[in-house]
């Protein structure tokens, strides 16, 4: 006797979950704890490079993005934000590019989006240098160059050692790890330096009397 149609198995199972519905039932602590993973990892000083992945450009948009919000909220930079945003810009593009260069001249196996991702992730310590000492104490912050000067130590040190970490590690030529690591850190610390003075202090081009008027 023959069955009838619906008296078949279904082709798909009664308890099928669409998959949007399991995307959607997945823990957000999961991505949460994705997203503060790959904020912290620049500042703890590893050689370990994983091949890269896209969730690692999220440090770097956060860190371009903060760096371009706290420019133009100060006074200071508003005088002239264009020479700002271009000179945050610039770095993120030339700098990453130029390292990318002594890797291939050094015979480095990293791809330039690993290259770009770590160098562009360290300026997560450069937003942190700018933006603690002014959250600690906001007078005290320009009044002297010692609140910088720790963050400075801390933050822009712990990401600037691990960038050069990767990059040593990676390199293979003894010479190119010396002159890659000594540029890479070089130009990272004076670029922070160079926000600091240039377009947040009050005593110096872009700040100079913005903060004496808003007191």
């Not at 934000?81 to 130029?98: Q, R």
């Not at 990767?166 to 293979?172: E, F, G, S, T």
Request: charged share 10%.
């Amino acid at each position: 006797m023959m069955h009838r149609m619906w008296d078949k198995e279904p082709l798909i199972p009664t308890s099928y979950t669409p998959r949007y519905k399991q995307i959607l039932k997945a823990p957000p602590q999961i991505y949460f704890r994705d997203f503060v993973k790959q904020l912290v990892a620049p500042l703890i000083p590893s050689p370990k490079c994983v091949p890269f992945k896209v969730t690692e450009l999220v440090t770097p948009a956060v860190a371009y993005f903060g760096l371009v919000l706290l420019l133009f909220n100060f006074k200071s930079a508003k005088s002239d934000f264009p020479a700002a945003l271009l000179s945050v810009t610039l770095y993120m593009i030339l700098v990453p590019a130029g390292t990318y260069l002594l890797c291939l001249a050094g015979k480095a196996p990293l791809s330039f989006a690993k290259v770009f991702s770590v160098v562009t992730a360290s300026q997560i310590g450069t937003l942190l240098t700018l933006l603690v000492p002014i959250v600690i104490s906001h007078e005290n912050a320009f009044k002297s160059h010692v609140p910088f000067l720790v963050a400075l130590a801390i933050f822009g040190g712990l990401t600037t050692a691990r960038v050069c970490l990767v990059l040593i590690v990676a390199l293979p030529v003894p010479v190119m790890r010396l002159i890659t690591g000594t540029v890479v850190a070089l130009t990272n610390l004076f670029f922070m330096l160079f926000l600091h003075f240039a377009f947040m202090h009050p005593t110096f081009k872009y700040g100079i009397g913005a903060y004496k008027s808003s007191f």
